[in-house]
């Protein structure tokens, strides 16, 4: 009753007024999420869920002749601004919600001015300046906590990047509140609470919140290494 009662509150309104149908907050999949946040024997302190799915894709490539791509493409809300360009199908981000209005902030909207965003197609150079790493973490706010966290295990601490994605991942949320996921290491998690931080375990498979991520990597032989997500829907493929 809890979390229909936020969804109703803060979704359900005069049917030509809602931001998608309602049958959406019903849908089998949706329900099965919201479910999975109920613990028997203990009281929860539920929030509104999201029955519209965002969906951010990162994709890196890379070709015989050396040559990589790391692209990454987000609607951000939902169906984005809800404009598609004609005759293509394509619909346009809205990511212009990024904005402040506050004109003392820095990102106070503005004509010819870009909001801060969390997209970000990741690109790593060698010593040389040649290509290295294409590689991306999927998921809003985990975006920019999730490539450090990459890139600190491939590139200093020298890990497999499938290591490296499958490792336990951490996010930082506001405060001193920390969320990790449950592999993370005991004694790790234990020096984190002493040092005051307020520690939260999250299922990674269950709320699809510390992101999904993609890399290649080019070995100084010209060979390719390719690793991916396991949390969320993603592929290695070679061609």
């Not at 809602?18 to 959406?24: C, G, I, L, Y």
């Not at 169906?79 to 003392?104: C, E, H, M, W, Y």
């Not at 790493?133 to 998921?139: E, I, K, L, Q, R």
């Amino acid at each position: 009753m809890k979390l229909a009662l936020a969804d109703l509150d803060r979704y359900v309104a005069d049917e030509e007024h809602m931001e998608f149908p309602a049958e959406r907050l019903l849908s089998d999949s949706y329900l099965k999420t919201r479910a999975a946040l109920i613990d028997p024997q203990k009281a929860g302190d539920f929030t509104f869920g999201a029955p519209t799915q965002s969906g951010t894709v990162y994709l890196s490539a890379a070709d015989a002749n050396g040559m990589m791509v790391s692209f990454i493409q987000s609607n951000y809300m939902g169906f984005g601004s809800g404009v598609v360009v004609p005759g293509t199908g394509i619909s346009l981000q809205n990511r212009g919600a990024g904005f402040s209005l506050d004109k003392q902030h820095p990102n106070v909207v503005a004509g010819n001015k870009r909001p801060f965003h969390t997209i970000i197609p990741a690109f790593a150079l060698d010593g040389h300046g040649q290509p290295l790493m294409s590689f991306g973490v999927m998921g809003g706010p985990m975006q920019a906590q999730g490539h450090l966290q990459m890139a600190l295990r491939i590139m200093l601490h020298k890990q497999n990047p499938q290591a490296a994605i499958d490792a336990p991942r951490w996010r930082i949320v506001a405060g001193r509140e920390v969320i990790v996921e449950p592999s993370m290491d005991r004694n790790t998690l234990a020096a984190l609470r002493a040092m005051g931080h307020n520690v939260v375990l999250e299922d990674p498979l269950q709320t699809y919140s510390f992101g999904g991520a993609q890399a290649i990597i080019r070995d100084p032989q010209g060979f390719y290494i390719a690793a991916t997500e396991s949390r969320k829907d993603g592929q290695a493929l070679v061609f």
